[in-house]
């Protein structure tokens, strides 16, 4: 099972948990969006036998490119050291299939010093949120929320508003780097297109919008979008 923290809200990790030990299941989880979110005081990505997280440039902190993966298993640490580096082991021997996946030492530093700067940009993060939600939330768009015992990192504020695409191009004239993730959902792209209806999923997918909330947005780009987004809609 692959959970997905999607826009950095934690998955159902206890429901999915059960399920996982009921079928004997193994978990990886895709904690690509999540770093730093928590379910009732735990880290994403730390659930499960691997938690993968991608230091893109996009994402909360960055290397520029590449990713991590966290296990407290021995095995799979070790195995996935092969698997990074051509499937050699330690005798030069290649007893596995791998590619060469090595995070330079370059990516590897800049990713050390951007760790340390995590809190103050959950933190800025965190506000712009709030003051995001507090402009929307007597407004027609259906917000994003933080359940009980969660703690978002609020890689994007995701919102689902009529006129969706009016109110991107809008935006993006402004110059406001708002974007549609995903416009197209997995089961109707090329390769894995299925005859698989997903209701939910294709309702998300023709609704959605990301707004920008890094700790570089200020408060007066929050009103504009606010602005922009009640005009969009008329």
Not at 37 to 51: N, Q, R, V
Request: proline letters at 3%; aromatic letters at 6%.
């Amino acid at each position: 099972i692959i959970p997905v923290h999607l826009y950095g809200h934690m998955a159902y990790m206890y429901e999915i948990l059960e399920i996982a030990k009921k079928k004997n299941i193994k978990i990886i989880e895709d904690a690509s969006q999540s770093l730093g979110s928590k379910l009732k005081g735990k880290h994403s990505g730390t659930f499960s036998d691997l938690g993968c997280f991608s230091l893109y440039g996009g994402k909360i902190i960055t290397s520029g490119e590449g990713g991590a993966i966290v296990t407290n298993d021995k095995k799979l640490f070790e195995k996935l050291k092969q698997v990074r580096n051509h499937g050699l082991a330690k005798n030069n021997l290649i007893t596995t299939l791998g590619l060469n996946l090595r995070l330079s030492e370059l990516s590897a530093s800049i990713a050390k010093i951007q760790m340390k700067k995590l809190p103050r940009l959950l933190s800025q993060r965190k506000k712009n949120a709030q003051i995001l939600t507090d402009l929307l939330k007597n407004e027609d768009v259906i917000l994003p929320e933080q359940r009980k015992n969660e703690i978002v990192n609020w890689y994007l504020y995701t919102i689902a508003i009529k006129n969706r695409d009016k109110a991107l191009k809008n935006l993006n004239a402004s110059r406001i780097g708002a974007m549609i993730y995903y416009s197209t959902p997995i089961h109707k792209t090329p390769y894995y297109k299925t005859k698989l209806r997903l209701p939910n999923t294709e309702w998300a997918s023709s609704q959605v919008l990301s707004l920008p909330i890094h700790p570089k947005v200020r408060k007066q780009d929050l009103v504009r979008m606010k602005k922009i987004l009640l005009e969009s809609k008329i």
